[in-house]
């Protein structure tokens, strides 16, 4: 089996993957009903909240528009924290949809600044919302949520987390840390296929949900919150996702969440030692690098595109590279989800060989 | 196996099930690529269409949200064509997106008249697109589409289609008929698990596209044209379904579109007939009642939910029941995708026993 080791998708489980061939069922019949139940009250489980989860099916980028869309109105003030390509991403869909977007933007590679953000928030009292990315898949770094929501708690602004690469892996206790929209995707440390879009809505969100006027349709969480309640999903959903998300959660909540969060700091722990060891440089800020995806300084000599071609065909493991700027300055490994010590044992030793073949010593 | 018997989801075959099932890859490397067009080039030849073809990861609804927000701007006046609860959430959403809708609605049962939108058409000459409903999975009728467009293209306006539960199985030659964008699902005739949209854009199509100001980031075509030029899609797809429809696609093309549309037909000819050999009575005007859909008067003394009831639990049939205000007063049997002339016979067989213990007839 390819070592697939980008942040996602990820490999999934055989009885994930078993579950994802089951036959379809009728989406409005009771067999559906018990299972979206089921899966609901899972995911709070693993959310760690009592507010109101939702499944949409769509991507990632999806569930950030429908954060931005249900609690926001055109002209309304944000700010947008960004330390790469998901926060410039979050910023640019809030933008389209008409808010007034305040950007606070940092250095890739470095987490936020808690200190800025406060100072933003002082001198913008008008902002409504705070669109922050808890773990940003571009630059291998992971802000700290919990001093984040402290501030803008302080503020009493609206919270809205893109938490696609972060929740299921890294702690993210949604309601102690007062998320209001918390968004994660199915592809990530879920172990599951892509195609579905998981998302908390708290009661503060509601409020804001009830008085904002960006256009939404597909996306409306009112309505899933409607059709939840007779067992239901507005439109037809992906059943499949849902069977293979049913069986992933049970996994997950038998490992329990300090393990699934031990075990992502254990393997991320073992990636960072090994490149270190290497002689290769992290590109995350120390104390900030994600425990989900380790993101690697290309050395100068170094051809990345040449080295991600050799891993890919001639080892079988596929990393993944840099995003837009970043494209030959970094390499990033993936090892959220369903992931081993021998997963990043192999990547590891792959690199003796393959880095001097694409320049880097040897 | 149940007999899932309702317009969509509809059952998988089991070459269809196992590509469900296959391993995660990367959506950014070169066998993903491969995938994408191979299903892309036979989605062409199935929408018999030189026009892009788009996968967007979502269901039919967001597919109906894309096709709106790609070609029009607040403001803008659409015609609206609706027989049934589809075609009122295409204007719904228009609406919600700011259109200036005029909606053009026919009796439920019924299909629209082209007169009255050639009428409307000379009667409201700032409208720039209609948007039609191919085939109301509500009220299983299809409209005279190759009618509609002649007029649409008379006047010159853009014409936006929901074929979500035609297009693979009725049909629709998406560029001998005009259609500028046409919106189809993976869970109805292609055999396929729901989860994805496929959708044709027309020359016109982008024209309006350059133009057009609501707002749109997920759904947005040009980034969907953008990406598929190098062999990706903007955010991560639904991998496991396009695998599927890669797999159902070799099936449909061998089986050649003639055939496809003509076993429809037949199965649907066999459904009706069989409705009324049982003393019932067809919903759909004469004429316009679809191949992929029947539905039924429900007579005044059928308790269609008792009915619906015992047909699940004692003999594993899942039909449909009406929706919105034709709830109690129709029923739905879905025979699109992989359904044998043994399906509809059970289903008739089972009726012969069910109805009068829920009350009609025996």
């Known amino acids: 089996m390819t070592n697939l080791r980008i942040p996602g998708p990820t490999p999934c489980p055989d009885e994930v993957l078993k579950a994802m061939g089951r036959q379809m069922i009728n989406h409005r019949g009771p067999e559906f009903a018990r299972s979206l139940d089921d899966v609901t009250n899972k995911l709070k489980q693993l959310f760690q909240t009592r507010n109101d989860?939702?499944?949409?099916?769509?991507?990632?980028?999806g569930g950030l528009e429908a954060a931005v869309v249900n609690v926001l109105s055109p002209g309304d003030k944000v700010l947008s924290v960004s330390i790469g390509v998901f926060g410039e991403r979050f910023a640019a869909i809030a933008k389209q949809f008409g808010a007034d977007v305040i950007p606070l933007n940092f250095e890739w590679g470095k987490a936020a600044k808690v200190d800025e953000i406060r100072q933003a928030l002082k001198d913008n009292p008008q902002v409504k919302a705070v669109l922050v990315t808890h773990n940003e898949t571009s630059t291998g770094v992971t802000n700290d949520l919990s001093a984040i929501s402290s501030v803008v708690k302080e503020y009493g602004k609206l919270l809205v987390v893109d938490a696609i690469s972060s929740l299921g892996s890294i702690e993210l206790p949604v309601d102690e840390w007062q998320c209001d929209v918390t968004v994660t995707g199915s592809q990530k440390g879920w172990m599951v296929p892509p195609g579905l879009i998981m998302v908390a809505v708290s009661e503060a969100a509601w409020e804001a949900n009830a008085e904002a006027k960006m256009p939404r349709f597909y996306w409306d969480f009112a309505k899933a919150k409607s059709y939840l309640e007779k067992g239901q999903t507005p439109w037809t959903p992906a059943i499949s996702v849902i069977f293979a998300l049913e069986v992933a959660l049970d996994m997950l909540l038998k490992e329990g969440i300090s393990s699934i969060v031990a075990r992502h700091a254990h393997i991320a722990d073992k990636a960072r030692s090994?490149?270190?060891?290497?002689?290769?440089?992290?590109?995350?800020?120390?104390?900030?690098?994600?425990?989900?995806?380790?993101?690697?300084?290309?050395?100068?000599?170094?051809?990345?595109?040449?080295?991600?071609?050799i891993l890919r065909e001639e080892h079988d493991i596929v990393l993944g590279g840099g995003q837009q700027s970043m494209s030959g300055k970094i390499f990033r490994i993936g090892h959220l989800g369903w992931v081993t010590d021998k997963d990043i044992d192999d990547v590891l030793h792959a690199f003796k060989v393959v880095l001097p073949q694409a320049g880097f010593g040897g």
């Open 53 to 61: 989860v939702f499944m949409l099916t769509g991507s990632g980028t």
């Open 274 to 309: 090994g490149i270190k060891a290497l002689g290769l440089e992290l590109f995350a800020e120390d104390g900030y690098a994600s425990n989900t995806v380790t993101s690697v300084v290309a050395p100068e000599r170094l051809n990345v595109k040449e080295m991600l071609r």
